[in-house]
Antibody, heavy 122, light 110 residues
């Protein structure tokens, strides 16, 4: 049974950093691309970052490029999102989601965690 | 990476069929057969309903169907039921990019 559990959210001041984690279980983690998708309060879904199954490539949404870094530790079945220079507009629920394939094609995101809330406020 | 365009809301009576459109560009929807649709109930995580334009994952009702023509994809829900009331998002693959999502459509069952 596939399970994705995010952690690391909380309240952080503007300009500070935060690291989110996503613990994966129930599947061969190293075979699948992984995504971070966020949803601001009352708003729609936004693709934040994607990393291929072997970690060889990663891509970012325009609004986080240069500030956020996605990474993975396939030995620990864990996905990360390092967030720097946080802004009020980064306030959102952050979901990790499994790609239906290795990440370099267009499969749907077939499993999602329950999300972790990040609030950027002074 | 502009969001795909969806109608803000669609409604229908139980048993009716409704269709949600999703309009992008030749760089996303029109360029690949990699359109997905997600259902999100209030306070819950999104759920994959359709991938590869028209393929249903195991366990998803056959009342849900997808199609695409040019730069516009569509999700049709037939035999509308109360449990279908939720927000729906389309998404498309785009080369060397994160997934592009639609603006979202609130489905109301009258």
């Amino acid at each position: 049974q596939v399970h994705l559990v995010e952690s690391g959210g909380g309240v952080v001041q503007p300009g500070r950093s935060l690291r989110l984690s996503c613990a994966a279980s129930g599947f061969t983690f190293w075979s699948f691309g992984m995504h971070w998708v966020r949803q601001a309060p009352g708003k729609g879904l936004e693709g934040v970052a994607v990393i291929w199954s072997d970690g060889s490539n990663e891509y970012y949404g325009d609004s986080v490029k240069g500030r956020f870094t996605i990474s993975r530790d396939n030995s620990k079945n864990t996905l990360y999102l390092h967030m720097n220079s946080l802004r009020a507009e980064d306030t959102a629920v952050y979901y990790c989601a499994r790609d239906g394939g290795p990440g370099y094609s267009g499969y749907g995101l077939d499993y999602w965690g329950q999300g972790t809330l990040v609030t950027v406020s002074s | 990476q502009s969001a795909l365009t969806q109608p803000a809301s669609v409604s229908g009576s139980p048993g009716q069929s409704i269709t949600i459109s999703c309009t992008g560009t030749s760089s996303d929807v029109g360029g690949y057969n990699y359109v997905s649709w997600y259902q999100q109930h209030s306070g819950k995580a999104p759920k994959l309903m359709i991938y590869d334009v028209s393929t249903r994952p195991s366990g998803v009702s056959n009342r849900f169907s997808g199609s695409k023509s040019g730069n516009t994809a569509s999700l049709t829900i037939s035999g509308l039921q109360a449990e279908d009331e939720a927000d729906y998002y389309c998404s498309s693959y785009a080369s060397s990019s994160t997934r592009v999502f639609g603006t979202g459509t609130k489905v109301t069952v009258l």
